[in-house]
């Protein structure tokens, strides 16, 4: 978790009417204006990955032959892993090559998707690694059934928390003793930003060093010091 706090103090001997939630409240003392954020890691159980597949010929659709003959295989190998259905794109075909590159090839490209668990997280990989003309373009990390509310409830508790401990301490620091909250402004945040994982080339992929996905929270708030 990482916590960012900037705070700004404004001292002024008129009232200030401050809203909170349509209803003017006003401050005769110091205004306390505080920018609380909050950042913290999901929980996680599962991953998106993305696999593209190729073949190469030379015509269309002896390229497109091999293209089916290759997904066949992938079918095969992955859907077993794969945690529900596979999306499969219908295929796109260009030319490659000429010129100095030799003669004009076609070639047949799709992609192959879908989520797995953190068991079958490693062998996917493998897979991945081993079958003809596939590659593996990401893997994203899914925050858990559940863990995605229960972070963003932890991150604005700790933000609130976080803001009383500043005012209370800035007004002891003035000799004041009254600490009231005027304004919660949330300011975005709070969303799950899923962490793609760049993997190194290695015999093994634990799924434990996948990054987790990220949420945060951002916190306008107001205090009245008097």
């Given at each position: 978790m990482v916590s960012l706090r900037f705070a700004a103090v404004a001292l002024s001997?008129?009232?200030l009417a401050v809203p909170v939630q349509a209803q003017p409240?006003?401050?005769?003392?110091?205004?306390?204006q505080l920018q609380e954020q909050e950042q913290g890691s999901a929980a996680f159980d599962r991953f998106s990955f993305n696999l593209g597949l190729e073949a190469e010929a030379p015509t269309k659709a002896a390229a497109l032959d091999q293209l089916n003959a290759r997904l066949a295989e992938v079918r095969k190998a992955v859907t077993p892993l794969a945690s529900g259905k596979l999306t499969i794109p219908a295929p796109s075909t260009y030319p490659s090559g000429g010129g100095s590159a030799g003669p004009v090839r076609e070639r047949a490209?799709?992609?192959v998707s879908g989520t797995v668990s953190k068991a079958n997280y490693n062998s996917l990989i493998q897979v991945a690694g081993r079958l003809p003309g596939l590659n593996l373009r990401g893997f994203t990390a899914e925050a858990a059934t559940g863990s995605e509310a229960q972070l963003r409830t932890r991150l604005l508790r700790e933000a609130l928390a976080d803001g009383q401990r500043q005012a209370q301490a800035t007004a002891?620091?003035?000799?004041?003793?009254?600490?009231?909250?005027?304004r919660?402004?949330?300011?975005?945040?709070?969303?799950?930003r899923p962490m793609p994982y760049a993997m190194a080339a290695r015999n093994s992929f634990n799924p434990d060093e996948a990054?987790?996905?990220q949420s945060s929270v951002s916190l306008g708030l107001d205090y009245c010091l008097s």
């Open positions: 001997a008129l009232p409240l006003s401050c005769n003392g110091t205004l306390l490209t799709t992609t002891d620091a003035l000799g004041l003793r009254r600490v009231q909250l005027l919660i402004d949330q300011r975005g945040g709070g969303s799950i990054r987790a996905p």
